[in-house]
């Protein structure tokens, strides 16, 4: 029972996403409404009609009041709403199931917005040309339009619930320094450099190039004239190319399961737990030699089994049956259900990818400019391994400049609305002198006659003094020239973008970049897969650290996070394995997510509490270079309608980390999170002195250059 919905003051949809659980209420409700023998209304306007009364009462206590309602309940709490108006688009979002929060629908709500920003860039920023990108006149353009948006929000919210790095909503590295080297060379060579010296690449340049197994970060790499891309944009990133290119979990694991079966169980008594594998064609456990049947709490005994000699492996197919039976099997199901598995070990060829406008921030010159306009090309090598390479246009270098003139007009208007004296203020702030400077500079250049107009009655009102504009004509005539050079931004990149006619690497370049990685980690895929479910594991920190039984690090300066797997697939499973004790495991985990930020949020850096046989800590502390813990501070209190603590809804983090560092001007401050799950019969304070031995470990670690 969920629904998202993005609408004008007017209840014009812009966009809207409903569950099959929203959809068949809403069905229901109109259908029995209408007529015997007529169609019920779209969707959409199922939708409008039914939130029309909410989007007016709340539109108009905005204009009477200057404020209006956030958040509220029905009758009896079956349903949750939360608005949030963002310039002049009304965000709704409603759950009717109690699986959501006011935290996790205002988290949402802010997530949808940054996804328009990376599609949309400064678009965004006016409010009739966002509405000209999410509701296209055109009805297949607009399918298309929310039906990409809305298959992020689904892709959001499934990693959301099944990936740590997104429940804490940082970048999850594989470890493996050979191979990462391994990795950032052939990235380096074959790839930026390749595509950066062909003569055919159409004036692309390529700035970022890097791989990803599943929802982790396996190499990066840049090129010297690149700016470095924040850990928020790379968390989107790998965002789109999960949804752009979903991973199947069950036909990788079978391919994984079955290929090279010597190589993995000669690895599995290091890292990989003894699972015996389930046949493809019965729903039934298996059962060892012994007749007893293997379940999920007797896997972790079988960390410490000894990995067998080369003449007790089989040589056979991958079947339970086979393997455990030791003859082949007879039935005829189970016989093309293998055949059908072999065919998945054949590399498919993968899909010509389709080149994508985004907007990044970057620094361009030495000054920081958000939403550069970039493209991206996601190459899926095999199921479940990506590469993705970022590219800039040669006409990118407008977006800064166009950046600078929307942020001096924005500031001229708040300016104007706070009362101030028009035309003295604007003659005397220093600002307006550069305003003009890089306006006048912008416009010679450019040669458009609707802008040079609008410029010249801005100019005539300010610095004329036969013909004084009031404020109230200068608002007008600002906010006239900040549409225009939106406008201008949009024909640039959105109008121009790759897949509407604008220039793009050609396919045969993005194929040879694409062949020379496969051929550069054929020897790694299969590794790199099983690599992605086994990261780390708890096996080597429970002798140190008895007690332990979960725990995530978060370097927040970064952006990156380190955590021993909880995966839960019908094929592969964590240390827990897949029975009830993994799941009550994983929900201790995410519900401790969810209360630490609440915390944070009210100003509590540290907590620690007794849950049933387990006790749950949160530490967050500020530490320098050196790995010296720094002094902790009341970090700000946020009110329950803030940006919700997290990277992509605002990078909460990153702007704690300039709060902090005011007080060390002399010093680089870096932030840490630690997350830990403990068995209850562990004393307290031997909790603590665990989590901190545990931090520095992890912070060691993370020093070795991987990236």
Same mark, same amino acid.
């Given at each position: 029972?969920?629904?998202?919905?993005?609408?004008?003051?007017?209840?014009?949809?812009?966009?809207?996403?409903?569950?099959?659980?929203? @959809?068949?209420?809403?069905?229901?409700?109109?259908?029995?409404?209408?007529?015997?023998? @007529?169609?019920?209304?779209?969707?959409?306007?199922?939708?409008?009609?039914?939130?029309?009364?909410?989007?007016?009462?709340?539109?108009?206590?905005?204009?009477?009041?200057?404020?209006?309602?956030?958040?509220?309940?029905?009758?009896?709490?079956?349903?949750?709403?939360?608005?949030?108006?963002?310039?002049?688009?009304?965000? !709704?979002?409603?759950?009717?199931?109690?699986?959501?929060?006011?935290?996790?629908?205002?988290?949402?709500?802010?997530?949808?917005?940054?996804?328009? @920003?990376?599609?949309?860039?400064?678009?965004?920023?006016?409010?009739?040309?966002?509405?000209?990108?999410?509701?296209?006149?055109?009805?297949?353009?607009?399918?298309?339009?929310?039906?990409?948006?809305?298959?992020?929000?689904?892709?959001?919210?499934?990693?959301?619930?099944?990936?740590?790095?997104?429940?804490?909503?940082?970048?999850?590295?594989?470890?493996?320094?050979?191979?990462?080297?391994?990795?950032?060379?052939?990235?380096?060579?074959?790839?930026?450099?390749?595509?950066?010296?062909?003569?055919?690449?159409?004036? @692309?340049?390529?700035?970022?190039?890097?791989?990803?197994?599943?929802?982790?970060?396996?190499?990066?790499?840049? #090129?010297?004239?690149?700016?470095?891309?924040?850990?928020?944009?790379?968390?989107?990133? !790998?965002?789109?190319?999960?949804?752009?290119?979903?991973?199947?979990?069950?036909?990788?694991?079978?391919?994984?399961?079955?290929?090279?079966?010597?190589?993995?169980?000669?690895? #599995?008594?290091?890292?990989?737990?003894?699972?015996?594998?389930?046949?493809?064609?019965?729903?039934?456990?298996?059962?060892?030699?012994?007749?007893?049947?293997?379940?999920?709490?007797?896997?972790?005994?079988?960390?410490?089994?000894?990995?067998?000699?080369?003449?007790?492996?089989?040589?056979?197919?991958?079947?339970?049956?086979?393997?455990?039976?030791?003859?082949?099997?007879?039935?005829?199901?189970?016989?093309?259900?293998?055949?059908?598995?072999?065919?998945?070990? !054949?590399?498919?060829?993968?899909?010509?990818?389709?080149?994508?406008?985004?907007?990044?921030?970057?620094?361009?010159?030495?000054?920081?400019?958000?939403?550069?306009?970039?493209?991206?090309?996601?190459?899926?090598?095999?199921? &479940?391994?990506?590469?993705?390479?970022?590219?800039? #246009?040669?006409?990118?270098?407008?977006?800064?400049?166009?950046?600078?003139?929307?942020?001096?007009?924005?500031?001229?208007?708040?300016?104007?609305?706070?009362?101030?004296?028009?035309?003295?203020?604007?003659?005397?702030?220093?600002?307006?002198?550069?305003?003009?400077?890089?306006?006048?500079?912008?416009?010679?250049?450019?040669?458009?006659?609707?802008?040079?107009?609008?410029?010249?009655?801005?100019?005539?009102?300010?610095?004329?003094?036969?013909?004084?504009?009031?404020?109230?004509?200068?608002?007008?005539?600002?906010?006239?020239?900040?549409?225009?050079?939106?406008? !201008?931004?949009?024909?640039?990149?959105?109008?121009?973008?790759?897949?509407?006619?604008?220039?793009?690497?050609?396919?045969?370049?993005?194929?040879?970049?694409?062949?020379?990685?496969?051929?550069?980690?054929?020897?790694?895929?299969?590794?790199?897969?099983?690599?992605?479910?086994?990261?780390?594991?708890?096996?080597?920190?429970?002798?140190?650290?008895?007690?332990?039984?979960?725990?995530?690090?978060?370097?927040?300066?970064?952006?990156?996070?380190?955590?021993?797997?909880?995966?839960?697939?019908?094929?592969?499973?964590?240390?827990?394995?897949?029975?009830?004790?993994?799941?009550?495991?994983?929900?201790?985990?995410?519900?401790?997510?969810?209360?630490?930020?609440?915390?944070?949020?009210? &100003?509590?850096?540290?907590?620690?509490?007794?849950?049933?046989?387990?006790?749950?800590?949160?530490?967050?502390?500020?530490?320098?270079?050196?790995?010296?813990?720094?002094?902790?501070?009341?970090?700000?209190?946020?009110?329950?309608?803030?940006?919700?603590?997290?990277?992509?809804?605002?990078?909460?983090?990153?702007?704690?980390?300039?709060?902090?560092?005011? &007080?060390?001007?002399?010093?680089?401050?870096?932030?840490?999170?630690?997350?830990?799950?403990?068995?209850?019969?562990?004393?307290?304070?031997?909790?603590?002195?665990?989590? &901190?031995?545990?931090?520095?470990?992890?912070?060691?670690?993370?020093?070795?250059?991987?990236?």
């Amino acid at each position: 029972m969920k629904c998202v919905l993005v609408a004008t003051e007017g209840a014009e949809v812009l966009f809207y996403w409903t569950d099959k659980e929203f @959809e068949e209420r809403l069905r229901l409700k109109f259908g029995q409404s209408g007529n015997d023998g @007529e169609e019920p209304p779209a969707l959409e306007d199922q939708l409008s009609t039914l939130l029309a009364p909410v989007i007016i009462s709340s539109m108009t206590m905005l204009e009477k009041l200057s404020d209006t309602y956030t958040c509220f309940s029905t009758e009896n709490g079956r349903y949750l709403y939360v608005l949030h108006l963002f310039g002049e688009c009304l965000f !709704i979002a409603i759950n009717g199931d109690h699986s959501e929060g006011e935290g996790d629908l205002r988290q949402k709500l802010r997530v949808l917005k940054y996804l328009f @920003e990376l599609h949309f860039g400064l678009v965004t920023v006016d409010g009739q040309l966002i509405r000209k990108e999410l509701r296209p006149p055109d009805l297949a353009q607009r399918v298309q339009v929310w039906e990409r948006f809305q298959s992020l929000l689904r892709t959001y919210g499934r990693l959301r619930e099944q990936e740590q790095c997104f429940a804490v909503e940082a970048v999850e590295r594989l470890i493996h320094p050979q191979l990462c080297e391994l990795c950032i060379e052939a990235l380096e060579r074959h790839v930026v450099q390749a595509v950066n010296t062909s003569p055919a690449r159409a004036g @692309e340049e390529a700035l970022h190039a890097f791989l990803l197994v599943h929802s982790k970060l396996l190499a990066f790499y840049s #090129s010297h004239s690149a700016s470095p891309l924040r850990p928020a944009d790379l968390l989107g990133l !790998i965002l789109l190319v999960q949804d752009l290119c979903p991973s199947d979990s069950a036909a990788e694991d079978n391919a994984a399961d079955n290929t090279q079966p010597s190589l993995r169980r000669l690895q #599995s008594s290091q890292n990989i737990p003894l699972q015996q594998a389930w046949s493809p064609g019965s729903s039934a456990p298996t059962r060892s030699s012994a007749g007893t049947e293997t379940d999920s709490f007797s896997l972790p005994e079988e960390y410490f089994t000894p990995a067998p000699s080369p003449g007790e492996q089989s040589s056979g197919s991958g079947s339970t049956v086979w393997l455990d039976g030791g003859t082949p099997p007879t039935d005829a199901s189970q016989i093309q259900i293998a055949e059908d598995t072999l065919q998945t070990l !054949i590399p498919d060829s993968p899909a010509p990818s389709c080149p994508r406008r985004i907007f990044l921030d970057a620094s361009v010159k030495d000054s920081y400019c958000p939403m550069v306009p970039h493209t991206m090309y996601c190459l899926p090598l095999w199921p &479940g391994i990506s590469m993705v390479l970022l590219t800039k #246009s040669p006409g990118a270098s407008m977006a800064p400049v166009l950046y600078q003139l929307l942020d001096g007009f924005s500031l001229l208007e708040k300016k104007l609305k706070e009362g101030q004296e028009a035309r003295s203020f604007l003659r005397s702030h220093p600002l307006m002198g550069d305003l003009r400077q890089r306006m006048d500079k912008f416009v010679k250049n450019h040669k458009g006659q609707e802008i040079q107009s609008t410029w010249q009655e801005f100019k005539t009102k300010v610095f004329s003094k036969s013909e004084p504009g009031s404020s109230w004509e200068l608002l007008q005539v600002c906010g006239k020239l900040k549409r225009q050079l939106c406008a !201008i931004y949009r024909l640039s990149f959105l109008t121009t973008a790759p897949g509407r006619g604008g220039p793009q690497l050609p396919q045969h370049l993005q194929d040879q970049v694409q062949t020379l990685m496969q051929e550069k980690l054929m020897d790694w895929k299969d590794f790199v897969l099983v690599k992605s479910r086994r990261n780390v594991t708890m096996v080597s920190h429970l002798e140190d650290f008895p007690g332990l039984v979960h725990f995530i690090h978060v370097d927040r300066t970064t952006g990156q996070m380190v955590a021993p797997s909880l995966s839960s697939s019908e094929r592969t499973s964590s240390e827990l394995g897949k029975g009830p004790l993994a799941a009550f495991i994983r929900t201790k985990v995410w519900s401790l997510i969810r209360l630490a930020r609440r915390y944070l949020q009210k &100003g509590y850096t540290t907590l620690l509490f007794q849950e049933g046989d387990f006790y749950c800590s949160y530490f967050l502390w500020f530490q320098n270079e050196m790995g010296y813990k720094l002094q902790i501070i009341e970090v700000p209190v946020l009110a329950d309608d803030s940006v919700p603590v997290g990277m992509l809804g605002g990078d909460y983090y990153r702007k704690l980390l300039r709060y902090y560092s005011k &007080g060390h001007p002399t010093e680089t401050v870096r932030c840490h999170e630690l997350l830990a799950l403990h068995l209850s019969v562990i004393p307290m304070d031997m909790l603590v002195q665990q989590a &901190g031995e545990l931090a520095r470990r992890l912070w060691e670690a993370s020093r070795v250059p991987l990236l």
